[in-house]
């Protein structure tokens, strides 16, 4: 069975203090794998599509590798408004979209 | 601006009566699909449209029912609506089932 599992489950961090969430993946024959931030209460907004192994992408502070098995975003010197729920998701071969439960990150002042 | 639309955005309702949920996009996209998120179990898929008239279940079809009678809609129907029902429901599109999905706002049902 097609599985995402992410970690941790919650993060807090001070301001400044860099890190990374994890999304490891059991799919076979991953079509993509897709980042979003979600605020409380809305919609899932579109962040980063990797397609294979080797990629990287960058936005701001935010920077999102593909291995073969996991993708890793990095969160470098985060601000307050980077607080949010941070989703990961695979696409299978089946072009369905299995998303993992989610990376709730909290940055404080 | 390009943007995916649900309403209503809030709703409550009592066991079996019947209620659709709208959605729309403004962007010519081929795929459609709705999605509820619940605590704990994350992000669902609940049907999906590639195209006019061409729908299809996902995970959890149970309960409702969907139509594609025009390419910038898609309602969810819930023809008797039970409390396990009760959750956060997203709409999103994309130009096609191998494109990135962008989500609507949400609709959070409260079914008594």
Redesign the interface.
């Known amino acids: 069975e097609d599985q995402v599992t992410q970690s941790p489950e919650a993060l807090r961090l001070q301001e400044g203090e860099s890190s990374s969430l994890n999304c490891s993946y059991t799919v076979s024959g991953l079509r993509g794998l897709f980042w979003y931030r979600q605020d409380p209460g809305k919609g899932p907004e579109f962040l980063f599509t990797l397609y294979s192994a080797g990629e990287e992408k960058e936005k701001e502070r935010l920077k999102a590798t593909l291995t073969k098995k996991e993708s890793f975003l990095h969160i470098t010197a985060p601000k307050p408004e980077d607080s949010a729920t941070y989703l990961c998701a695979v696409q299978t071969p089946g072009y369905a979209l299995n998303f993992g439960k989610g990376t709730s990150l909290l940055v404080t002042p | 601006e390009a943007q ?1 639309t649900q309403n209503p955005r809030y709703l409550i309702t009592v066991t079996g009566k019947k209620l659709t949920v709208t959605c729309s996009q403004n962007m010519n996209h081929e795929y459609m ?1 709705w999605y509820r998120q619940d605590p ?6 609940i049907y999906y449209s590639m195209n006019v008239e061409v729908t299809d279940k ?2 959890v079809p149970e309960g409702y029912k969907v139509s594609r009678k025009e390419k910038r809609n898609f309602p969810l129907i819930l023809e008797s609506p039970s409390p396990n029902q009760t959750s956060l429901y ?1 709409c ?1 599109s994309s130009l096609s ?2 494109d ?7 609709t ?1 049902l409260t079914v008594l």
């Open positions: 995916v699909s704990g179990l994350g992000l669902r898929q996902g995970d997203f999103a089932r191998l990135t999905q962008y989500f609507g706002p949400g959070r």
